[in-house]
């Protein structure tokens, strides 16, 4: 099975500051044949269930802001929030799609107001 | 819209066990994978298994297997999860959720179903 690790478990932003969460997967998530990185971002919100953001690691969903960007390829990948808004705190999780099943989760990252 | 809507809260005791529904709405019920995860309080969420709708076919996670039973009734359109031999760390919300239309990742997702395994 692929593992998932995240860092940090939790960080705390000031508004309008950048944050930063890494994923590290234990085998490389590229597909070369068609250059692409199978992997997910999530965001949950208390009480709610996760919510793609980021799929193939870069690709916005549509109506998910632009200040959510996904990069990364092979075993490192990076979600960065440009400019946190209150609305973006909640707890974030990077997948893996690569080499199913199973599907594999990140432990996720809590990201904070500072 | 699609719309994934889970069955209620359920509050089960050790040994016992648990069957959740998920009905499904929105789109063809049968074109989809439906997958169910696992997250305990705190935790990240843990793949359980899939289902294909279009012919029964499963998938269980290792971790489940021989405990876990996912079904799928396509005359209703609805997905069913079965945990058997509940114990404590079977306490978390489940979720149902769709293999996206346009990849191998999660979406929708049901609201999912809290259930506690407590003596």
């Known amino acids: 099975d692929i593992v998932m690790t995240q860092s940090p478990d939790s960080l705390a932003v000031s508004l309008g500051e950048r944050a930063s969460i890494s994923c590290k997967s234990s085998?490389?998530?590229?597909?070369?044949?068609?250059?692409?990185?199978?992997l997910a971002w999530y965001q949950q919100k208390p009480g709610q269930p996760p919510k793609v953001l980021i799929y193939?690691?870069?690709t916005r969903e549509s109506g998910v802001p632009d200040r959510f960007s996904g990069s990364g390829s092979g075993t490192d990948f990076t979600l960065t929030i440009s400019s946190l808004q209150a609305e973006d705190v909640a707890v974030y999780y990077c997948?893996?799609?690569?080499?199913?099943?199973?599907?594999?989760f990140g432990q996720g990252t809590k990201v904070e107001i500072k | 819209e699609v719309q994934m809507v889970q069955s209620g809260a359920e509050v089960k005791k050790p040994g016992a066990t648990v069957k959740i529904s998920c009905k499904v709405s929105?789109?063809?019920?049968?074109?989809?994978?439906l997958h169910w995860v696992q997250q305990a309080p705190g935790r990240g969420p843990v793949w359980m298994g899939l289902?294909?709708?279009?012919?029964?076919?499963?998938e269980y996670a290792e971790k489940f297997q021989g405990r876990v039973t996912i079904t799928a009734d396509s005359s209703t359109d609805t997905a069913y999860l079965e945990l058997t031999s509940l114990r404590s760390e079977d306490t978390a919300v489940y979720f149902c959720?769709?293999?996206?239309?346009?990849?191998?990742?999660?979406?929708?997702w049901g609201q999912g179903t809290l259930v506690t395994v407590s003596s």
């Open positions: 959720t769709a293999q996206s239309t346009k990849g191998n990742w999660f979406d929708p």
């Open positions: 997948q893996q799609y690569y080499s199913t099943p199973p599907w594999t």
């Open positions: 289902v294909d709708p279009e012919d029964g076919k499963t």
């Open positions: 929105g789109y063809i019920f049968t074109d989809y994978y």
């Open positions: 085998q490389s998530l590229l597909y070369s044949s068609i250059n692409k990185n199978y």
């Open positions: 193939w690691a870069s």
